[in-house]
């Protein structure tokens, strides 16, 4: 059964500083891949997603996500940290195949914490 | 990306009662869908709303207890029926285009049994 795995529940960074946010997910065909970010109070939003082609894929924000197949990994990362992306990410896999076409599977995310 | 509003943004509720939410997209999309996020965790696919017919509920939902209409290409609710305080969460609709891969979402409705 597909799933998605984020390791790491809560993460804390200092403004300026990089960021990874893991994600390992189970899927068996070539999967489609999404991270989301929630702020608090509001709905999800679409940073970036993986269909194909070139493994690294750039998103909005500043943000950038690698494709590792062998890995079955699609990490999240940014340069420098701004304080305004304290929120909660969410990365997903989305079912292409059967009755759940269309389908995301989400993981159950990592809230991310910005010290000054 | 395809503006997606949500009715209402936030409601608390008696036990017992029901809550229709709505979910109006500013443009026709071929696939709606609504899922249910409790506290402090992920988001959990309740159904998939399908224009003209009847709505996919994934398992450990029925359509007693969520009840879903999709009238046309642009709307779309869905009814928590008989609420009890395990209903409360944030309820969600998405959207996606003929390509089906991308999902988009409204802002939610959060939701207090009481």
């Known amino acids: 059964a597909q799933s998605v795995t984020q390791p790491d529940i809560h993460i804390t960074v200092s403004e300026g500083a990089s960021l990874e946010l893991r994600c390992n997910y189970s899927y068996g065909a070539t999967p489609y891949l999404f991270w989301y970010v929630q702020s608090p109070g509001q709905g999800l939003q679409l940073l970036l997603k993986?269909?194909?082609?070139?493994?690294l894929v750039q998103g909005i924000k500043g943000f950038e996500a690698e494709f590792k197949r062998s890995q079955s990994s699609f990490n999240l990362r940014k340069p420098s940290v701004h304080w305004s992306d304290a929120a909660e990410y969410f990365c997903?896999?989305?079912?292409?195949?059967?009755?759940?076409?269309?389908?995301?599977?989400f993981g159950k995310g990592t809230k991310l914490s910005v010290k000054p | 990306s395809a503006v997606i509003s949500q009715k209402p943004s936030r409601d608390i509720c008696q036990r017992g009662t029901s809550l229709t939410i709505q979910c109006q997209v500013d443009s026709q999309v071929t696939m709606m869908f609504w899922y249910r996020q409790q506290p402090g965790q992920s988001l959990t696919l309740i159904a998939t709303a399908n224009q003209g017919s009847e709505a996919t509920y994934e398992s450990g939902f029925v359509i007693d207890k969520f009840p879903i209409s999709r009238p046309n290409l642009t709307f779309s609710t869905l009814t928590v029926s008989n609420m009890s305080p395990e209903d409360s969460s944030i309820y969600l609709c998405s959207v996606s285009g003929q390509g089906k891969e991308t999902q988009y979402f409204g802002p939610g409705t959060r939701l207090l049994v009481l």
């Open positions: 997903a896999v989305g079912v292409m195949d059967g009755g759940s076409q269309g389908n995301l599977i």
């Open positions: 993986y269909f194909s082609g070139d493994t």
